[in-house]
C-alpha cells in the first residue's frame, strides 16, 4: 500500500512538471491549429476578431493611420547614463508623429549624469524623483503623461523604428487594455552588431533559446486568449486601464492578469519589437532570475495571482498551466525525486531504477557543463538553475521581503 501511494505521488509530479514545461505548449498549438481549421483560410486576426490574433499573420506593413492616439513613452531609469542618451535618441526617431508622441525619463534617485544626458539627448520631461524603485518611477511619470497610450520601456532597450505604431495598433480593438511586444536578445559579443542571440552567451547562457520558446508560449496564449506574463522593455496600456500596483509587483507579471481580470484582453504583438543584450554568464542569469523571482512571489501569494475571482476559465486554466505550476516546479522536482528514492529503496521494479537515472543524469549534467560546454549540458545547467532561481527567490523574499529598488542586470548595458 505504502508503495503505491508513493507510485501515484512520483507520477502525479511527474506529470505536472511535464504539462507545465512541454504539455501546455503542446495543447495550446493543437487547439490555434483546430481553431484556425475550424475558422477556414481568413487570416487569424480576422477569424478571432480581436488584435492579440494579428501576430499569427507574419510580418505586414507597419499601421499608416496619419492620425495615432497620443502616446507617452516613459523610461524608468537608475544611473543609466551609459545608455539613456541613446534610448532617447531612439525614441525620438520612432515612426510615430513627433506631435503625437511624450518621451518622458523619469530618474529613480539617480547619483550620476542620467538626467542631464537625457534633457541633452531631448526628452520631453525629465523627472528627477527620489529613490522608490521602478514601479513608483514609472507612477509618478503616468501622472505627468499627456498621452491616451502609455508605453514603458527599459533604458538598455531599443525600439526598431516601427515599433510605437505597431504596438498601439493592438489598442484599435476597445477590448484591448494591455499590449506587448517582442524582446530580442543580442549576443555579448556580434560581428555585425545586430543578430539575435540564437545561441549562448558568453558563458553559455541559454536564455535565448529559453525565451524563444516563451514568446512562442506567448503568441499562442495571445491568440486563444490573454498572455499571462509581459516583459520589461516594450509594453503599454490605455492610460485609463493604468493599474498602481505594490512597488515590489513588477509590471510584467502583475499587469496582464489584473487586466483580464478587470474585463479587458492583454495580448501579444509580436511585429513591435525591442532588442537588449544578454546577461553574457550563467552565473548573471542566476541572479538575475533569483531577483525576479523574489518579485514574483509576492504577487503569486498576496497579489491576487490565485484568485480565480475574475478568470474567464480558459484564461484560469493557462494560468495555473504556465504561471503557478512553473513556479511549483522546483517542489515537484524535489519531491519527484524524494519519492523515487523511497521507490528504489523499497524495491520497486525497473521503471523508477530509470527514471532515478534520469533524475541523477540532469543534475550530473548541469554539473559538468562548466568543464563540458556541449550544448545538451548547457541547456541542462541552465534548466536546472533557473528552476532553482525560483526556490531561491521564494527564500530570499521570505527571509527578508523584497525590495523595490533595483540595479542593472550583470554586462547588460
Known amino acids: 500500500m505504502a508503495v503505491l501511494a508513493l507510485e ?70 537608475h544611473n543609466e547614463e551609459a545608455v539613456i542618451g541613446a534610448k532617447v535618441a531612439n525614441a525620438l526617431a520612432l515612426d510615430y508623429p513627433r506631435e503625437r508622441l511624450q518621451v518622458i525619463v523619469a530618474c529613480d534617485g539617480c547619483t550620476d549624469a542620467t538626467a542631464e544626458r537625457a534633457r541633452q539627448a531631448g526628452a520631453d520631461l525629465v523627472l528627477e524623483l527620489a529613490r522608490g524603485g521602478k514601479i513608483r518611477a514609472q507612477d509618478a511619470a503616468v501622472e505627468r503623461a499627456r498621452g491616451q497610450i502609455v508605453a514603458f520601456s527599459d533604458a538598455n532597450a531599443l525600439w526598431q523604428r516601427d515599433a510605437a505604431r505597431r504596438l498601439v495598433a493592438a489598442f484599435e480593438n476597445p477590448r484591448v487594455g494591455y499590449a506587448c511586444g517582442q524582446v530580442r536578445y543580442l549576443p555579448v559579443a556580434s560581428a555585425d552588431g545586430g543578430e539575435r542571440a540564437d545561441a549562448a552567451g558568453a558563458d553559455g547562457n541559454q536564455e535565448g533559446l529559453y525565451w524563444r520558446y516563451e514568446l512562442a508560449i506567448r503568441s499562442l496564449e495571445s491568440r486563444l486568449s490573454s498572455v499571462t506574463g509581459g516583459n520589461g522593455a516594450i509594453y503599454a496600456t490605455r492610460r485609463d486601464s493604468y493599474l498602481v500596483v505594490d512597488p515590489v509587483m513588477g509590471h510584467d507579471l502583475s499587469l496582464p492578469f489584473n487586466i483580464v481580470k478587470r474585463g479587458l484582453r492583454a495580448t501579444y504583438v509580436p511585429d513591435a519589437i525591442s532588442s537588449e543584450k544578454m546577461v553574457p554568464s550563467i552565473g548573471g542569469e542566476f541572479a538575475r532570475k533569483r531577483r525576479m523571482a523574489s518579485h514574483t512571489w509576492p504577487i503569486v501569494i498576496r497579489g491576487g495571482m490565485l484568485s480565480p475571482r475574475g478568470y474567464p476559465p480558459g484564461y484560469a486554466l493557462m494560468i495555473l498551466s504556465h504561471r503557478l505550476l512553473r513556479y511549483a516546479t522546483p517542489a515537484l522536482h524535489v519531491l519527484a525525486l524524494a519519492f523515487n528514492l523511497a521507490l528504489v529503496a523499497l524495491g520497486a521494479p525497473l521503471p523508477y531504477e530509470v527514471t532515478l537515472a534520469l533524475q541523477i543524469a540532469l543534475l550530473a549534467g548541469a554539473a559538468l557543463a562548466g568543464m563540458v560546454p556541449l550544448r545538451i549540458l548547457l541547456v541542462a545547467r541552465y534548466y536546472v538553475l533557473t528552476t532553482a532561481s525560483l526556490a531561491a527567490g521564494l527564500w530570499d523574499w521570505l527571509r527578508h521581503g523584497t525590495d523595490a529598488t533595483w540595479e542593472a542586470a550583470e554586462g547588460t548595458r
Request: proline share 9%; glycine share 8%; aromatic share 8%.
Open 8 to 77: 501515484i505521488l512520483f507520477w502525479v509530479c511527474v506529470a505536472l512538471i511535464v504539462w507545465t514545461q512541454v504539455g501546455y505548449a503542446v495543447v495550446l498549438a493543437a487547439l490555434a491549429w483546430a481553431l484556425k481549421a475550424v475558422r477556414g483560410e481568413r487570416r487569424p486576426h480576422e477569424a478571432l476578431g480581436r488584435p492579440g490574433a494579428q501576430a499569427q499573420a507574419g510580418a505586414r506593413p507597419a499601421p499608416t493611420c496619419s492620425s495615432p492616439p497620443e502616446l507617452s513613452l516613459i523610461v524608468a531609469a
